[in-house]
């Protein structure tokens, strides 16, 4: 592990279990989202966590490859309900939402560790802006229930 690997020792460590993706649900992702390339930090995670954990950790959370499918509609239904002047481009990937009303994503062209940016409904929200510098630090901020994660980073 390249990028996880500080939080697969943690989960490890705290005894939580890891359900990894198939080789099949990798291809169907891959067939999902064309010729872009999944940033490698993003593909570690779904190799070891992609079908979830047995564990408060991201449970709840539409981040999971039994959902991950589905989040680019619920996403699209969520801006236009909330009159958003942004939309999403083919170099967004949307890999995390959180009851209906709050979404993550991350660019395909900014390299194997993305930034990660944000949006939710109940924000003054006039853009997209990012809250983690990295996929790597977004998972860390949840796994210890950083209360600042979803705030606007520089």
Same mark, same amino acid.
């Given at each position: ?15 939580? *279990?890891? &359900? ?18 999944? *940033? ?31 989040? &680019? ?19 967004? !990937? ?18 194997? &560790? *993305? *930034? ?11 853009? !997209? ?17 950083? /209360?600042?994660?979803?705030?606007? /980073?520089?």
């Amino acid at each position: 592990m390249k990028y996880l690997f500080e939080l697969i020792s943690q989960l490890n460590k705290d005894g939580i *279990p890891m &359900n990894p993706c198939t080789n099949e649900d990798l291809t169907h992702l891959q067939e999902m989202i064309g010729s872009e390339k999944l *940033p490698e930090a993003y593909i570690e995670f779904l190799k070891t966590m992609g079908r979830g954990t047995e564990h408060t950790f991201l449970r709840g959370h539409s981040c999971f490859m039994d959902e991950l499918l589905i989040l &680019n509609e619920g996403v699209q239904e969520l801006l236009e309900e909330n009159d958003f002047s942004k939309n999403l481009t083919e170099n967004d !990937f949307v890999f995390w939402m959180s009851q209906g009303c709050m979404f993550c994503f991350f660019k395909f062209n900014e390299g194997d &560790n *993305p *930034p990660i940016y944000f949006y939710s409904e109940s924000t003054d929200q006039d853009d !997209f802006y990012k809250i983690a510098d990295s996929f790597t630090d977004f998972l860390l901020g949840m796994y210890t229930k950083d /209360k600042n994660i979803f705030k606007k /980073k520089d």
